[in-house]
DNA sequence: GTCTATAGGCGGATAGAC
DNA sequence: GTCTATCCGCCTATAGAC
């Protein structure tokens, strides 16, 4: 097991990050106690200020893992050479089950972003989000100008294809308390989204649509 | 002035309030510190017990009419007697209204809902909820048998308005960092989609699209 | 590297004068 | 009702033994 790359659990400083993720992600910043990051990786809290100098450096590593998990989602965007609606219902299928991971992540993700507006351009100077925007961008321009989709812009229809993916699973307590669902209804709706979603916003690009 | 609805801004009772919607709905409940909401308030942090025992006696009555005023929104979808379709524009309009002006409200509210499962239920029992949706589900499943709208279920249809209506406003540092777009043009992307979410659910009920 | 013990400070809450 | 001063617990962080 030469295996640099695997998450190695029986590593401690892997345990811990994996410990804080869960912890931040349910409880947020300020409601994350370092005991209970201590505890969920079954190591010493002195422990943590051994291996993260204190509880921001390991807010920020955290933070700055999980988004680049995020962003890199957009590969699927422009990365292999699919079709324009095949990519769409990849991103939308991974985006989905990204965020199923860590339900609650896009909202402490979001929360500290509003109280540090610098925060997100601080952690991701100079990766190539730029350039996978402008590629999608240019692509989604082709397929109006050749009358493939109807007119959109790509700004509305990036917001639209994030919002039916993200916010769902977010939701999740208010949808099931409003809705009156069980857990295991919740999740067979969300899976059901995974083809749903893309398939709303397919049919939506359609230009012989009314 | 008798109007005892009116909120009496000289009242120090509505400024608590008012100050402690804002810094709850930026901070989270475990971010706010009671000085910055007596601050915000102009008025004694003494005073924020005198008025409210506690902090969280104090954030569940924010909490409370926070949620109120978004459940409340849902009577657009039934009350009056309009058509299916201006029914569904005036609560796309109202609730992107009512988020924009506290858009971090739904991240502590979810964030706090999923700490404390049975906080939603707790603050909202035999409130006139169910009644509501079971008029809009029973209004979407007339509209479908009537062959108006195409097949869809309640639960999805309702999931997809908020999605599309409350996520963008909640998601504005994402978004703005991934679109690269100044305050002033998300503001009018956001004004845009009070007609064009409304628009782009009207054209996928649509029986005759693809 | 691991652990115990403890420093140190922040912030919620209260006492008590006015 | 309003304010100052202060208490006290919790939680981060570190010192220091092993």
Redesign the pocket.
């Known amino acids: 097991m030469v295996d640099t790359l695997a998450t190695d659990v029986s590593d401690?400083r892997e345990r811990i990050k994996a410990a804080a993720s869960r912890v931040f992600s349910t409880k947020g910043l300020d409601g994350?106690?370092?005991?209970d990051i201590a505890d969920e990786a079954r190591?010493?809290?002195?422990?943590l200020?051994?291996y993260f100098?204190?509880?921001?450096q390991l807010f920020e590593m955290i933070f700055e893992e999980l988004l680049t998990r995020v962003f890199s989602a957009l590969e699927a965007l422009v990365a292999d050479h699919a079709s324009f609606e095949d990519r769409i219902r990849a991103f939308v299928s991974t985006q989905i089950t990204i965020i199923s991971e860590f339900p609650a992540m896009p909202l402490f993700v979001l929360l500290e972003a509003r109280k540090d507006p610098e925060l997100l351009s601080r952690k991701f100077v100079g990766k190539p989000l730029d350039m996978v925007r402008q590629r999608f961008s240019d692509m989604v321009d082709r397929e109006v100008s050749s009358g493939r989709i109807r007119p959109v812009t790509f700004d509305q229809l990036f917001i639209n294809i994030l919002s039916l993916s993200v916010y769902p699973v977010v939701a999740e307590p208010m949808i099931r308390f409003v809705l009156g669902m069980e857990s295991g209804a919740f999740q067979s709706m969300i899976e059901n989204r995974k083809t749903l979603v893309a398939d709303l916003i397919i049919r939506d690009l359609n230009p012989f649509s009314i």
């Open positions: 401690a994350a106690r370092m005991q190591i010493n809290k002195a422990m200020h051994y100098r204190n509880k921001q």
